[in-house]
């Protein structure tokens, strides 16, 4: 690979013939979605990608923010969630980042708009519709603030929930400017939090929660490193780039650059994963929890 990304997609591109991989496309009103399935060990190294499934919603130029397409893109989500999901039935939504950081708290916006249940199924059973999931809900808080690795408050929380999955959601890097906060990434091999911008944390995996885990995002920032190999690729001149890395210092390569209106696509972009998480989780009960939940 030549840079970081989080995005299976952007990884595939970088060597399309590669074996070990199957991939199938479609569009349904107005979204592309792209299914990847890594399925072999070299394809794993190649792509720097555990092998599983990893999908890529891509919404039209300023889908996000558009109500309509939103909402659309939200049902697009619940669909390719559910597969991803199974038949689970007790459900642990984390929300991955720092929410003090704006580009950083796409997972804790998440968390706070879905509906949770484990505390009504507790206390008040009686008033769920039947079949109704068993859904928590945890901002993990980042060790710089929590003293913790994200993987050390998570195993502590899902010990006590003993959940049959877990769902992480939390911003992604992109190496692609367009692609900033115009996809949506799905997978069912979890997440290293911060691997796209080189802060490897402990991963969230099923060898690691000892359960599937289900990741969730949508890429925010993009890195130096990945603004000047994009710029060299456009210039036909992507040969220069391991040359250009040399001459420039570490510091400047690893620092994260935000479109200028990220509050409101940070914002719109937790709407969207919380709409296709709740469609997801509830299926045909979504309205009655609404209007009891909210």
């Not at 999955?165 to 190496?175: E, K, N, P």
Request: with cysteine; charged share 20%; net charge negative.
């Amino acid at each position: 690979m030549n840079t970081r990304t989080d995005m299976a997609r952007e990884a595939l591109s970088q060597c399309p013939e590669l074996r070990g991989v199957e991939q199938e496309n479609e569009t349904k009103g107005g979204i592309q979605i792209s299914r990847i399935y890594v399925c072999s060990e070299g394809a794993e190294r190649k792509l720097n990608k555990p092998r599983g499934r990893y999908i890529t919603l891509t919404l039209p130029e300023g889908g996000l923010n558009n109500k309509d397409m939103r909402a659309n893109a939200g049902r697009c989500l619940a669909k390719e969630l559910s597969d991803l999901m199974g038949q689970a039935k007790n459900v642990l939504v984390i929300g991955l980042g720092n929410r003090h950081v704006t580009p950083d708290a796409l997972g804790p916006q998440t968390v706070e708009n879905l509906f949770v249940t484990r505390h009504v199924q507790k206390n008040f059973p009686d008033i769920l519709p039947a079949g109704t999931k068993t859904v928590a809900a945890f901002a993990a808080g980042v060790m710089g603030v929590t003293g913790l690795e994200t993987a050390e408050a998570v195993t502590g929380v899902a010990s006590v929930l003993q959940p049959d999955l877990i769902v992480a959601v939390d911003a992604l890097a992109s190496m692609e400017s367009e692609h900033v906060g115009a996809m949506v990434q799905l997978n069912d091999t979890g997440i290293s939090p911060g691997a796209g911008v080189g802060n490897y944390r402990a991963g969230l995996n099923q060898r690691t929660m000892g359960v599937p885990v289900v990741a969730l995002g949508i890429p925010l920032v993009l890195t130096a490193e990945a603004i000047l190999y994009s710029c060299l690729e456009h210039l036909g001149a992507g040969d220069l780039f391991h040359r250009a890395k040399k001459a420039l210092d570490e510091s400047f390569l690893s620092m994260c650059v935000t479109p200028k209106d990220i509050d409101a696509m940070v914002k719109d972009g937790a709407t969207l994963l919380s709409l296709g998480l709740n469609l997801a989780l509830f299926g045909e009960n979504y309205t009655t929890l609404e209007g009891l939940l909210r």
